[in-house]
């Protein structure tokens, strides 16, 4: 099977056909769902629901090729992006590319990068050396301190025209996609009918030509999180505190391993 390219993901929009992007930080996870979607996305989410912090600012480019190394071995359909993290882009347009540079040699087939007209720079350098950029306005959480908060964006007549601007320079700067997180659906719908390529929404909207959701979440592992965004496909967490709960009990009743599992 062929890997998806950015000109698939552009033909997709062109005909109308939805996106469908999950993240995934291991291989396991990305065998799972390599074959149901369209992009895999190893987010620096990986900060909070891997690494257990509060947000995502302390993940580093060593984490993001590490894990990155681990998905692309299991991909063989789904286009993979990966997420540049904080500091690795803002600093300077070269540290850009050399940073960028390391995630596609672990196998990344484009990157991610946070921010509106502020980068557009950097998303221009980038392309034009034949890295393919995502890019990501709204809710950026890389500016969790910033906005104050993991907060819904988007919601003056303001912050509506600049975001809809952002998105358009970060396409004329050659951004193949643009992940819009938690901003309503009406200004999602409006940026995505203004823009050739295609938009991913996380919070957004039905209107949007995507939808991007961190796997865990979808997968309901934190029975804590439920933002109004999110829609939970299952509830692993008590499936596996279940199971655990129940190989503890055989194990401590001397019921496993038993003959079947045993050697002789
Ligand atoms: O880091 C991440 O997982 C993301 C998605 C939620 C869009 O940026």
Not at 84 to 109: C, H, I
Not at 157 to 182: I, P, T
Not at 197 to 210: K, N, R, Y
Request: hydrophobic share 40%; aromatic share 6%.
């Amino acid at each position: 099977m062929k890997r998806l390219t950015i000109l698939d993901l552009q033909k997709k929009k062109d005909q109308k056909e939805k996106l469908v992007a999950v993240t995934s930080y291991d291989a396991t996870f990305a065998s799972l769902v390599d074959a149901s979607v369209d992009l895999v996305l190893v987010g620096d989410s990986l900060g909070m629901v891997i690494q257990g912090h509060n947000n995502t600012l302390s993940v580093s480019l060593e984490d993001m090729v590490y894990h990155t190394k681990a998905v692309a071995r299991k991909l063989n359909h789904a286009h993979l992006v990966s997420d540049m993290p904080f500091l690795t882009y803002q600093v300077s347009k070269e540290e850009a590319v050399r940073n960028a540079g390391e995630l596609l040699k672990a196998g990344a087939q484009s990157v991610k990068v946070e921010g509106g007209a502020e980068i557009c720079e950097t998303v221009r350098h980038l392309t034009r050396l034949g890295i393919p950029v995502m890019a990501h306005v709204g809710l950026t959480p890389q500016s969790v301190h910033q906005l104050g908060g993991f907060l819904v964006q988007g919601k003056g007549d303001a912050q509506k025209d600049k975001l809809l601007r952002d998105a358009k320079h970060l396409e004329e700067a050659g951004a193949y996609a643009v992940v819009l997180e938690s901003i309503p659906q009406e200004l999602a719908l409006n940026i995505t009918e203004n823009l050739k390529v295609p938009t991913i929404g996380i919070g957004a909207g039905i209107g949007c030509d995507g939808q991007v959701l961190v796997i865990y979440d979808l997968l309901g592992m934190d029975p804590n999180f439920k933002p109004k965004f999110l829609k939970q496909y299952a509830y692993l967490a008590s499936d596996i505190q279940k199971a655990v709960q129940a190989y503890a009990r055989e194990v401590r009743e001397e019921k496993f391993p038993t003959e079947e599992h045993s050697f002789h």
